[in-house]
């Protein structure tokens, strides 16, 4: 990920395709790291002795730094994880992903997103794992290709060929969004791929990828890529879910709900800071990972600002009616095979 740093939605889904392997392990292994500390009465506003010791809390990324993340580090830079009392490490995942390395209480807070979320959830036993926040208000996904394709629209996706990671998901949202402009999704030509470069996959033999509006499109304006953008949300309010979330494991909310909300008020602030600052909130990302294109993060971050907040009095909030309709959807188009509705989320945790 040298030259875009983020992620397309098939190297998102990589991180997370291993669950039905880990759920079990997950599930049995839960258990808050013993340097976390802090149950509820341990904060610094008590005056205690818990509070004269930072508590020490773990952040696992679902990918390299990129802006979806530079909450965290605002967060961390400004001392707000501080002003809470805890010290915060941000860490990058391993190849299990953050899902089942959170559940597994290795770390107590992580990056995902609603749509991997549902084969978590869904499987059995269950993944322990909650969504305790929004980092971004809508979802900013859709598929990316190369002008010159003249895929213009869902239907023009017929006779083309898309890099796919294979999951029932992603076909799903593709197939729903053609057939409401009348196009057959069984026209269309997926070729598994991990596309870590999307701009020079779409320069060779791929012609359409899932992406982040916020960072490949991005990337594709700050390059002068000339590209076609089909954005899911616009097609069906349905597929306006939460991406990315952050994600908390069950016992370690059990067992230490105010740290949980301190960690999510201090974060609060940070989002809120790249919010009405994107350009020092840029560079604060920039010094945490220089390795990042410096004008792809600045011009990345200006369009985030708009979308970690966007139309909430404050960052986090998770709508349960979107929620719902957005597993309730998955359910009847046969993405997971149990009804989820409302579950694997909480607002309980934010101010």
């Given at each position: 990920?040298?030259e875009?740093?983020g992620m397309?939605?098939?190297?998102h ?12 392990l997950?599930?049995l ?9 802090g149950g509820a ?9 818990a ?5 020490k ?6 990918w390299?730094?990129?802006t979806?993340h530079?909450?965290?580090y605002?967060a961390?830079?400004?001392?707000f994880?501080?002003?809470?009392g805890l010290d ?12 089942a390395?959170?559940a597994a209480?290795?770390?107590?807070f ?6 991997t979320?549902?084969?978590?959830l869904?499987?059995?036993p269950?993944l ?7 980092v ?5 996904s859709?598929?990316?290709s ?5 895929i213009?629209?869902?239907?023009a ?5 898309y ?7 992603e076909?799903?949202?593709i197939?729903?969004c053609?057939?409401?402009e ?6 269309v030509?997926?070729i ?9 996959a ?6 359409t ?11 594709a ?17 349905v ?8 994600i ?8 230490s709900?105010?740290v ?6 201090a ?6 800071y790249c919010?009405?600052n994107?350009?020092?909130?840029a560079?604060?990302?920039?010094a ?14 200006e ?6 907040v ?11 009616a979107r ?20 579950s ?8």
């Amino acid at each position: 990920m040298k030259e875009y740093g983020g992620m397309s939605f098939i190297d998102h889904v990589k991180w997370v395709s291993r669950f039905a392997g880990l759920t079990a392990l997950a599930v049995l292994t839960a258990a808050t790291l013993t340097s976390c500390g802090g149950g509820a009465g341990s904060g610094p506003e008590n005056g205690n002795a818990a509070a004269a010791k930072p508590t020490k809390v773990t952040v696992v990324l679902d990918w390299t730094p990129n802006t979806n993340h530079t909450g965290l580090y605002v967060a961390q830079a400004k001392g707000f994880y501080a002003d809470e009392g805890l010290d915060v490490e941000i860490m990058q995942p391993p190849e299990d992903g953050a899902n089942a390395l959170v559940a597994a209480g290795k770390a107590e807070f992580g990056i995902g997103f609603q749509d991997t979320m549902a084969s978590a959830l869904a499987a059995d036993p269950a993944l322990p794992i909650t969504a305790v926040a929004a980092v971004i208000q809508h979802n900013t996904s859709g598929l990316i290709s190369a002008k010159g394709k003249g895929i213009d629209s869902f239907k023009a996706l017929e006779g083309k060929n898309y890099a796919t990671w294979d999951t029932p998901l992603e076909k799903a949202v593709i197939g729903a969004c053609m057939a409401a402009e009348g196009g057959d999704v069984t026209k269309v030509t997926f070729i598994p791929s991990t596309v870590t470069n999307v701009l020079t996959a779409l320069a060779a033999d791929i012609d359409t990828v899932w992406v982040y509006e916020g960072w490949d499109v991005v990337a594709a304006q700050v390059e002068g890529f000339e590209y076609n953008y089909l954005d899911f949300a616009k097609t069906s309010p349905v597929l306006d879910y939460y991406t990315p979330v952050i994600i908390s494991g069950d016992k370690f909310l059990s067992d230490s709900p105010d740290v949980a909300k301190r960690f999510l008020r201090a974060t609060g602030k940070g989002y809120e800071y790249c919010a009405k600052n994107p350009g020092e909130a840029a560079d604060i990302l920039l010094a945490a990972a220089p390795e990042l294109d410096a004008a792809l993060v600045k011009a990345s971050q200006e369009f985030l600002a708009g979308q970690y907040v966007a139309e909430q009095e404050s960052w986090g909030y998770i709508d349960p009616a979107r929620w719902e309709a957005f597993y309730d959807w998955a359910y009847k188009n046969g993405v997971v095979a149990k009804e989820l509705g409302a579950s694997g989320f909480s607002n309980a945790y934010l101010d």
